[in-house]
């Protein structure tokens, strides 16, 4: 509760930086050939002798992936994000093809105080590359590779208190620990068939891919993508996001999206550098609606099979409700926020989550960001294994400083602070409410 309310303040507290810089519309930037910096998509160039597509300059597609709506809608998987979202990326055109590459790259020093904290430096982000292609009867082929240098931190992860999920080794909980991403994150393709302007059919599937599930994954939200830490509330939200085969049919009407997924329920295994297979044993379904071009809600829902490799007899349902507000600021800022709500239910156990998170970024050199989170856990018991669940919670508060080096490059520097609250069964453990800290290094090159 504690945390909440530092993060409702600290999200405030933004929202009033924000607030006298904000403009109606943040103008196209007519420096970057083939790829917009905070413009909202509705100053996006149409072409109205292609029904159902919309080009750009250069003759780039403009619209969406799944639908005749800005292409700055789409977010991780299958999700969508405010039509006001910043759309970064470097693009080109090879043939019919239109790419778009993306890298970001983080080299952090992590500090965790405490009797259950640790400290060392790790290198974490992400590679993406997509290529997009528009058929002759308005239909849209996309294939999408996105890999992660995680593993190279070691199957130990690096420190977070109060995280808690899958395992190091095969037979050992990861706790106060976050897991590192598989090598491959996403290798997926979509096909979407146009109906009409403003109905379509889609088809996605990813081995790994992330099924219709939550919001978009926390490195991808604009609110928090910024900060080098996960959330602790990451297993109620969005840890289906590397998922070693999804199958996702959609339907999408206007500024509404209706999808349901097939998916391999078993979270990825300790060795990081493989690609897995198994059965398409659990479901999802989610429905999105975008009511105006700066908010996204959604409301999902999972039944999970066997999720865990160390309770292959236990499954899961997950219930997700979430809302994004993002606003331009100024020619190339922004203010995003997600509020977001999460059930797990399992064992006749019912474990929620509540995360609030916040970015402003008034000009291309600074981003300010926070969080807040509050869950219910059953994993924290010293020693391992499972106990009696306890009410946890944590908020963050960050920044970092970017500098461009050159076209469509930037090197930033950045450091967060966050505080842990720790119920009193399990203050001794943990010395009180620990801190921590982290600072980091960037590159991000189409960003």
């Known amino acids: 509760m504690r945390a909440c309310l530092l993060a409702t303040a600290a999200a405030a507290a933004l929202t009033l930086l924000a607030a006298p810089a904000m403009a109606q519309d943040a103008p196209m930037d007519p420096n970057m050939p083939g790829m917009d910096h905070g413009a909202p998509a509705s100053e996006a160039s149409m072409d109205p002798d292609m029904p159902g597509m919309d080009h750009g300059a250069h003759g780039m597609a403009t619209t969406g992936l799944f639908g005749a709506y800005p292409m700055t809608r789409d977010a991780s998987g299958t999700s969508w994000q405010p039509d006001a979202s910043v759309h970064g990326g470097i693009h080109s055109m090879l043939g019919d093809w239109m790419v778009m590459s993306h890298l970001t790259l983080n080299a952090v020093y992590d500090r965790q105080e405490g009797p259950r904290g640790d400290e060392r430096g790790f290198v974490s982000g992400m590679a993406m590359v997509s290529a997009r292609r528009e058929l002759a009867n308005s239909d849209t082929l996309n294939l999408r590779a996105m890999l992660s240098p995680d593993p190279l931190m070691g199957a130990e992860g690096y420190p977070l208190l109060l995280a808690a999920g899958e395992t190091a080794d095969g037979s050992t909980p990861l706790v106060d620990r976050q897991h590192p991403h598989d090598f491959f994150m996403e290798l997926s393709a979509s096909y979407t068939h146009r109906l009409s302007d403003s109905d379509s059919l889609f088809l996605y599937a ?21 900060s080098p830490e996960a959330p602790i509330s990451h297993h109620w939200f969005d840890s289906t996001h590397i998922t070693f085969g999804v199958v996702t049919a959609g339907w999408v009407h206007d500024a509404w999206k209706l999808e349901v997924s097939r998916f391999r329920g078993r979270e990825p295994d300790e060795h990081r550098w493989d690609i897995e297979t198994g059965s398409l044993d659990s479901t999802s379904a989610r429905v999105s ?64 989550a509540f995360m609030l998170e916040s970015a402003y970024r008034p000009n291309g050199d600074w981003t300010l960001f926070a969080r807040g989170e509050a869950v219910q856990t059953d994993e924290l018991t010293p020693g391992g294994g499972h106990g009696p669940v306890r009410d946890v919670s944590k908020v963050s508060v ?11 490059v930037t090197l930033g520097l950045g450091a967060l602070y966050s505080l842990n609250f720790i119920p009193a069964a399990l203050e001794p453990s ?11 290094a960037r590159l991000k090159v189409g960003g």
């Open 289 to 352: 609606f975008n009511p105006t071009e700066r908010w996204a809600l959604q409301a999902s829902w999972a039944d999970v099979t066997s999720p865990e490799a160390l309770e292959p007899n236990v499954d899961e349902r997950r219930w997700s409700a979430s809302a994004i507000y993002t606003q331009p600021v100024g020619d190339h800022g922004w203010w995003s926020t997600t509020a977001g709500w999460s059930l797990k239910q399992k064992d006749h156990e019912d474990l929620t």
């Open 398 to 408: 960050g920044a970092v400083r970017d500098w461009r080096v050159r076209e469509g």
């Open 430 to 440: 943990y010395g009180g409410d620990p801190h921590g800290a982290m600072v980091f």
């Open 206 to 226: 990813g081995l790994p891919g992330e099924p219709a599930f939550g919001p978009p994954a926390f490195m991808h939200r604009l609110s928090i993508q910024d």
